[in-house]
């Protein structure tokens, strides 16, 4: 069912990346939801078809490797949630960069919004923060990645001398 | 992700013969984490060292050493 020959550590950083792509997906969504508090029906109507498409996206992508993350656990192969490598630091660097914005957007609500917030619905802030969050933690999780290729390569260039 | 901390991994690899992949194997991290430590983006978990100690056969201070220390 599954490629048993990748490393185990090897597919739990895979598994983070494609996590990461799975969040920036869910903030387009979100996004997605809030703009169609601004548009025309009919445009709103098409938003909704989009967002499907991402919702299917989403599945393809992150589906795979969480059920193999579920298989492998479920044959007790625990190294697979090994917490010492470099993509899970990465991870959790984002993770905290994604809270914080979340506090920071939250606390900015609270003083900017304050008694007028009836103009939208609820929903719509809850979603705009939500999506604001994830998206700091992908585009983090995706900047920090990207710095570390270059060290990637200058070890590869110099592993080949 | 501190450039205190210098290693001579590659040194041992070379000595070994042995790939940053392969070394990855051995150790049971991915080959992004080893790559990050030799170029000392990643400091490594006391565990981490601990395994790479034992595969070359070496003491955790032959392979790190803190940079103000030479």
Redesign the interface.
């Known amino acids: 069912m599954f490629n048993n020959n990748e490393?185990?550590?090897?597919f739990?950083?895979r598994f983070l990346g494609r996590v990461a792509i799975g969040l920036f997906i869910v903030a387009m969504g979100l996004g997605i939801d809030g703009i169609g508090y601004f548009v025309e029906p009919d445009v709103a109507a098409m938003l909704k078809y989009v967002r499907t498409a991402l919702a299917i996206v989403l599945m393809i992508l992150v589906l795979p490797v969480f059920l193999k993350l579920l298989f492998l656990r479920f044959r007790n192969k625990k190294?697979c949630q090994?917490p010492?490598?470099?993509?899970t630091?990465v991870y959790k660097h984002a993770s905290v960069h994604g809270f914080s914005v979340v506090m920071l957007m939250l606390i900015a609500a609270q003083v900017v919004l304050g008694l007028e917030s009836d103009a939208l619905p609820t929903e719509f802030y809850i979603k705009t923060i939500l999506a604001t969050g994830f998206l700091a933690v992908s585009i983090s999780f995706f900047i920090q990645m990207y710095k570390?290729e270059d060290?990637?390569f200058?070890?590869?260039d110099?592993?080949a001398l | 992700?501190s450039s205190e901390l210098d290693n001579r991994i590659?040194v041992f690899?070379a000595e070994h013969r042995i790939?940053?992949g392969e070394l990855?194997?051995a150790i049971?991290?991915?080959?992004?984490?080893i790559?990050?430590?030799?170029?000392g983006?990643?400091v490594?978990?006391t565990?981490?060292a601990l395994k790479l100690a034992r595969f070359f056969n070496a003491s955790v201070e032959e392979i790190f050493s803190l940079a103000n220390s030479k």
């Open positions: 490393p185990l550590a090897q739990y950083d190294d090994e010492e490598s470099f993509v630091e570390s060290d990637d200058a070890s590869e110099e592993d | 992700m590659r690899r790939s940053q990855a194997n049971g991290v991915s080959r992004k984490t790559s990050t430590i030799e170029v983006r990643y490594p978990s565990v981490i």
